[in-house]
């Protein structure tokens, strides 16, 4: 079982805002990375520590944690947002990696 | 840049190996972990390990451990990752993700193209 909980699924309209949440105790030590992948595709970083985003990655797309539970946020939400999200972190130990379980994210 | 590119797709029987190789480029190989992550159809992500490239040193999730075995190749930049007695749920897309761990950030830059595994009788 995962240390961190994510939504199965979440929808949204096309030019709308979405947040995706990630809950976990080990949120409260250590930042989530979030990471979207379309289908046949590796996953691609999208936020990393205090809502930092890689190069080419469009800022609609924002990161932010309040206690247990980090969030990615996607403002004026296109169609080529249309993914799975996976958030992922160390674990309780620091030693080990763990990831959410997805969200797939539908454009409507 | 930066360039992980992974092995071809295997097709494996059950009780087989199978060693899948991830080559680096654009960067010091040494100078970063390599980790493995998988992805059965359909599921999401799992993290498997990883290799400390400079020193050859792992850590293996405990579900894997006896059956996967990781090293590298300084000489040509390149990391493996070995699965034996292979299972039919062990069919899967492996990659392999480079790791910044840095300033209390930890994340994955960096993605292999992923290998598939298919394990059938």
């Known amino acids: 079982s995962s240390e961190l909980t994510q939504d199965p699924a979440v929808s949204v309209a096309l030019g709308q805002t979405v947040r995706i949440t990630c809950q976990g105790d080990?949120?409260?030590?250590?930042?989530a990375s979030w990471y979207q992948q379309k289908p046949g595709q590796a996953p691609v970083l999208v936020i990393y520590?205090?809502?930092k985003r890689p190069s080419g990655i469009p800022d609609r797309i924002s990161g932010s944690s309040s206690g247990n539970t980090a969030s990615l946020t996607i403002t004026g939400t296109q169609a080529e947002d249309e993914a799975d999200y996976y958030c992922?972190?160390?674990?309780?130990?620091?030693?080990?990696?763990?990831f959410g379980g997805g969200t797939k994210l539908t454009v409507l | 840049q930066v360039q992980l590119v992974q092995s071809g797709a295997e097709v494996k029987t059950p009780g087989a190996s199978v060693k899948v190789s991830c080559k680096a480029s654009?960067?010091?190989?040494?100078?970063?972990?390599m980790h493995w992550v998988r992805q059965a159809p359909g599921q999401g992500l799992e993290w498997m390990g990883w290799?400390?490239?400079?020193?050859?040193?792992?850590n293996y999730v405990e579900k894997f451990k006896g059956r996967v075995t990781m090293t590298r190749d300084t000489s040509i930049s390149t990391a493996y990752m070995e699965l034996s007695r292979l299972k039919s749920d062990d069919s899967a897309v492996y990659y392999c993700?480079?790791?910044?761990?840095?300033?209390?950030?930890?994340?994955?830059?960096?993605w292999g193209q992923g290998t598939l595994v298919a394990v059938s009788s």
């Open positions: 290799i400390n490239p400079n020193r050859g040193v792992t």
């Open positions: 992922n972190s160390r674990d309780s130990s620091g030693h080990h990696v763990v």
């Open positions: 520590g205090k809502n």
């Open positions: 993700a480079r790791l910044i761990a840095m300033a209390g950030n930890y994340y994955f830059d960096y």
């Open positions: 654009g960067y010091t190989f040494t100078d970063y972990y």
């Open positions: 080990t949120l409260r030590i250590y930042y």
